[in-house]
């Protein structure tokens, strides 16, 4: 038996020093630990509610957390939430959890965002409608992952409208469908995904080349004009029933989801031949800068952001998306099976254009073309009232009449949001009831304005001008050269960079004006007026057989514009999207 064994009950000896200091250690680590966490017991408890314990399970307080920011198209955001639900349930491998905020914005308001917000404000993930606006947000250095879900781009209006189209039995072209005379519901088109994947389908229904180009610019301002109706607007139309309510371009998920728990649908829809543009619903990570936060929490951000990235294009999520009424793509994730940075500059590692038969920068391209088409015309259009402006256009009018004629005609395709001033010249014109005079050789007649302001419509008022024109004929010459000077530094100074500016001259004949410049002379003076940074465009219009095309063609090219031959009033909207399409 050993020795401890036989006294089990002797108490042991004590050091008294040994104990009064073990007791004074034990006062100063309590009171230690009471001052670091505010002396109250609440906050140790606290403390160990907080504390990891073997076994957590997110959601947890106990574990540690990152939360993603996400921003969607307004239609997926119910979808992308439940699809992500189950993120925030699961723990990730190195214990922490994950946490959601998401918002829903259009995609053309990210954009704007994008351009004033400095980058560390930019979401997570970006799930816009479009890869299209990709690269709209060229200060966003963007990985595309994949695509979330897919819906094709399709032409949504009422059954009655569609049967009266005759779209019931034949299936219309994007031709016939965008360029009829059945306004399309897409006030700012630069600004609606489908509506931008609908014409560019239709210029490559007809090859991109000329003819497509009119077609596009035709397209855009149709979309634009006044009295075109907002997407509600065309919505409640279609429900109504109307025979003439509008086309819509939309996605097949919209026009399902309108129609969900109705017995008849009140929306249909038809997806025009020659092009199946889609909407793609991209998932766009974005890349922080390297210093923007800490090593430990770029990495904890950087794992939470793949684990939501996974699970976005996970089957489960496919099913949640089908069942929203979305497509699913064949292949989920990038083209290349790697995700694509987008530099700064807007250029990709690959082409992840997602149009078919476009490339990046192609796409870029011609979304920049329309986006331009889409901006306001702002035009100062000059009369040639020279006394042979009465002779015969060669069509049953006489000139000056020819040009009201074109100028009326072209006029009416504007939009609303167009601004027009009117100018008249010729040699030494004068006018008895004080109309303003620009010079002794130039009247104004119309100031600038938008077509739709005004008690009885700026365009209204400007028709009726240019019809009376004929009454302005005076004068004893053509003051052709000193017109399209003074006209292009009337528009320099008068530029807008959010319009697209030009001066459109209409002439019967060649410069007589013996006191003003000349032929050089003015060629030089046009050169130095035209900035291409900042382009007014001269646009030189002959009318009749007097007319010397050499000298308005080199006049139009040195201020970035063009020169046409007039024999038919009707030609002028040809020119009008010409031109418009010479903005970009």
């Given at each position: 038996m050993s020795r401890h064994a036989l006294h089990p009950t002797r108490a042991r000896r004590r050091n008294p020093v040994r104990s009064v200091t073990a007791g004074l250690l034990t006062v100063l680590v309590v009171g230690a630990v009471m001052i670091k966490f505010d002396a109250t017991p609440d906050s140790l408890s606290n403390l160990a509610a907080r504390a990891p314990l073997v076994g957590?399970?997110?959601?947890?307080?106990?574990?540690?957390?990152?939360?993603?920011?996400?921003?969607?198209?307004?239609?997926?955001?119910?979808?992308?939430k439940q699809a992500l639900d189950p993120v925030q349930k699961r723990t990730l491998p190195d214990r922490e959890c994950v946490r959601f905020a998401i918002t829903a914005q259009e995609p053309a308001e990210t954009v704007q965002s994008a351009a004033i917000l400095p980058v560390d404000r930019a979401p997570d993930l970006w799930i816009p409608d479009s890869s299209l606006w990709r690269s709209r947000v060229p200060r966003w250095q963007l990985n595309q992952d994949g695509s979330f879900a897919?819906?094709?781009?399709?032409?949504?209006?009422?059954?009655?409208?569609?049967?009266?189209?005759?779209?019931?039995?034949k299936t219309p072209d994007w031709l016939t469908a965008l360029a009829g005379s059945r306004p399309l519901a897409v006030p700012q088109i630069s600004q609606d995904a489908a509506g931008l994947s609908a014409v560019i389908a239709l210029w490559q229904s007809l090859g991109g080349g000329d003819e497509a180009q009119r077609a596009l610019a035709g397209t855009v301002l149709a979309a634009g004009r006044a009295g075109v109706p907002s997407e509600a607007d065309a919505i409640q139309a279609a429900e109504s029933g109307s025979e003439s309510a509008p086309l819509l371009p939309t996605s097949e998920q919209a026009v399902t989801a309108a129609n969900k728990g109705r017995s008849n649908a009140t929306l249909?829809?038809?997806?025009?031949?020659?092009?199946?543009p889609s909407l793609d619903y991209p998932v766009l990570t974005m890349l922080r800068p390297a210093d923007s936060s800490s090593k430990d929490a770029a990495a904890a951000r950087e794992r939470?952001?793949?684990?939501?990235?996974s699970q976005l294009l996970s089957s489960q999520a496919a099913s949640i998306a089908k069942t929203a009424g979305f497509a699913i793509p064949e292949s989920r994730g990038g083209r290349s099976g790697k995700s694509t940075a987008t530099a700064t500059n807007g250029t990709t590692a690959a082409d992840t254009s997602p149009i078919v038969g476009l490339g990046s920068k192609e796409l870029a391209a011609l979304v920049g073309r329309i986006t331009s088409l889409s901006a306001p015309s702002r035009f100062l259009t000059v009369f040639d009232v020279s006394g042979s402006m009465e002779q015969s256009a060669g069509n049953g009018q006489t000139r000056i009449a020819f040009a009201a004629t074109a100028s009326k005609l072209a006029g009416d395709l504007l939009t609303d949001r167009a601004?027009?001033?009117?100018?008249?010249?010729?040699?030494?014109?004068?006018?008895?009831?004080?109309?303003?005079?620009?010079?002794?050789?130039?009247?104004?007649?119309?100031?600038m304005a938008q077509l739709?302001?005004?008690?009885?419509?700026?365009?209204?008022?400007l028709n009726a001008s240019m019809a009376s024109a004929g009454k302005l004929i005076g004068g004893n010459g053509t003051a052709l050269f000193d017109a399209a000077i003074s006209g292009m530094k009337e528009m320099k100074k008068q530029y807008d960079p959010r319009a697209g500016n030009a001066v459109v001259l209409f002439t019967d004949g060649a410069n007589n004006d013996d006191?003003?410049?000349?032929?050089?002379?003015?060629?030089?003076?046009?050169?130095?007026?035209?900035d291409p940074k900042k382009p007014v465009r001269l646009i030189c219009i002959g009318i009749g057989e007097d007319i010397k095309m050499s000298q308005l063609r080199q006049m139009a090219s040195r201020a970035g514009g063009q020169a046409f031959a007039m024999k038919d009033p009707r030609q002028l909207s040809q020119v009008l999207f010409d031109v418009m399409n010479r903005r970009g």
């Open positions: 957590a399970e997110c959601p947890s307080e106990r574990l540690p957390y990152t939360t993603v920011t996400v921003t969607v198209a307004p239609e997926i955001l119910a979808t992308v897919t819906s094709p781009v399709v032409l949504a209006t009422s059954q009655k409208a569609l049967d009266s189209l005759g779209w019931t039995t249909v829809s038809v997806e025009p031949t020659g092009g199946s939470a952001v793949r684990a939501t990235v601004q027009v001033e009117f100018w008249a010249f010729s040699r030494n014109l004068k006018r008895a009831d004080g109309t303003t005079k620009v010079g002794k050789n130039i009247l104004k007649v119309e100031e739709a302001s005004g008690p009885n419509s700026h365009r209204e008022e006191g003003g410049p000349k032929l050089q002379a003015t060629l030089d003076e046009l050169a130095s007026l035209y």
